[in-house]
């Protein structure tokens, strides 16, 4: 089911204005993501249907990483999917 609406929200995030972040950062910056507390990337990643857990918020830097860089694909295959802003 597509919403087709614009802003996706989480709260008080902007869940469009997060994906532009993400696509727009480059390969070595640190991922927008951090700027979050962990309960609400654990949110983000549920509304894009994924299932991040505290342990994976606290682990090492490699595994944090790739941790992000999952939650990161699937908030922006969520947006790009269910947003009008990225419909056309």
Not at 56 to 85: G, H, M, P, W
Request: aromatic share 4%; proline share 3%.
């Amino acid at each position: 089911m597509r919403h087709l609406e614009h802003p996706i929200m989480l709260g008080d995030v902007v869940i469009c204005d997060l994906v532009s972040s993400i696509m727009n950062s480059k390969v070595n910056e640190p991922s927008p993501l951090l700027n979050y507390e962990n309960k609400t990337i654990v949110s983000i990643a549920e509304m894009a249907g994924l299932q991040v857990l505290d342990k994976d918020l606290s682990a090492r830097n490699r595994r944090k990483e790739a941790k992000f860089s999952e939650i990161e694909n699937a908030i922006v295959t969520y947006v790009t999917q269910n947003c009008s802003c990225y419909q056309h």
